[in-house]
């Protein structure tokens, strides 16, 4: 099982505390530190520092860790033009030295758009097919040659698909719950395919209609990684584990049923319920960013257990 780090900076967190958890994510041995891409907290609380922007940080943690990888899951198609968003992770990728993935979906918190004045458009299903096209289309054009899109959304004339990323291709992740169009995208473009805090009876169904969506494109379907996020607490024993229950604001009962959750035995208990269902990866969700022993006893007391 590939066990990565993933954090929710919107819900507060400046730039060095990304770096520190990256960093401890990196000695402990996680395969990747990946973070969300969103403006505005959900939520009440706190919101101070304010949101950082994904790869501007990913940027910066590219220059300043060695081996994990990193990533976003997902970054919205409303955000940026798909022309630019290529040249961002192209770059971000040789920045890093090759250990960049994209994960890219259609966007949802309509809230965070009126924030920051960001095109919120009622249906962007389209938007995200067009972009996974373009953005794959522009990396794998031969050096030399040029590339034209013309979409609906998007129209590019003789753009000479520069830079090229390290990575040849850059794996694209594609998540979602959705029943036809989702398992499609995924067969066509992804190297991963992602369910983001599925309920754990609703994964294999899923899975299933992604399978044969490939089968259907012609694809193996054992080409793809089929990968989860779920929340991640864990303590030493239960007092630990109700204390960072509490600290992320969610009840030990819930955490246990829907997430990874309570001593580290259960929590390689649910990572072997998970394998049994096909799982090769997980993104473990660490609310509570700062709290790093944690990512400490994750490591010690189920992944090193694996």
């Not at 919101?47 to 976003?72: H, K």
């Amino acid at each position: 099982m590939d066990l990565r780090i993933f954090t929710e900076p919107q819900q507060g967190a400046s730039y060095d505390d990304q770096l520190a958890i990256a960093q401890r994510a990196e000695r402990l041995g996680f395969s990747a530190f990946f973070r969300s891409d969103h403006f505005l907290r959900m939520g009440a609380g706190d919101p101070l520092p304010g949101p950082t922007d994904a790869w501007t940080t990913l940027a910066g943690l590219a220059r300043e860790t060695s081996t994990i990888r990193l990533g976003t899951l997902v970054t919205s198609a409303t955000f940026r033009h798909p022309g630019i968003l290529a040249v961002q992770v192209a770059q971000v990728d040789a920045m890093s030295g090759g250990r960049v993935e994209l994960g890219l979906g259609a966007g949802w918190f309509a809230e965070e758009h009126a924030a920051y004045g960001v095109p919120f458009p009622e249906k962007r299903f389209g938007l995200l097919e067009e972009q996974l096209e373009l953005i794959t289309g522009l990396w794998g054009t031969p050096v030399g040659e040029k590339y034209s899109f013309a979409g609906k959304h998007y129209q590019l004339t003789d753009s000479p698909a520069l830079p090229k990323p390290v990575q040849r291709p850059v794996p694209v992740i594609v998540g979602g719950g959705g029943p036809k169009r989702t398992p499609r995208l995924a067969a066509r473009f992804a190297a991963e395919y992602n369910q983001s805090f599925p309920e754990k009876s609703d994964i294999v169904p899923q899975m299933n209609r992604v399978r044969a969506a490939c089968e259907e494109a012609g694809r193996n379907p054992d080409d793809l990684v089929y990968s989860v996020a779920l929340v991640a607490c864990v303590g030493k024993d239960e007092a630990e584990f109700t204390r960072r229950a509490a600290a992320i604001g969610r009840e030990p009962a819930e955490l246990r049923e829907h997430g990874l959750a309570g001593t580290p035995a259960e929590m390689v208990d649910g990572l072997g319920a998970l394998a049994e269902q096909g799982i090769t990866r997980v993104y473990l969700q660490c609310l509570d960013i700062r709290d790093l022993d944690q990512l400490d006893l994750i490591a010690e007391g189920a992944m090193a257990k694996l």
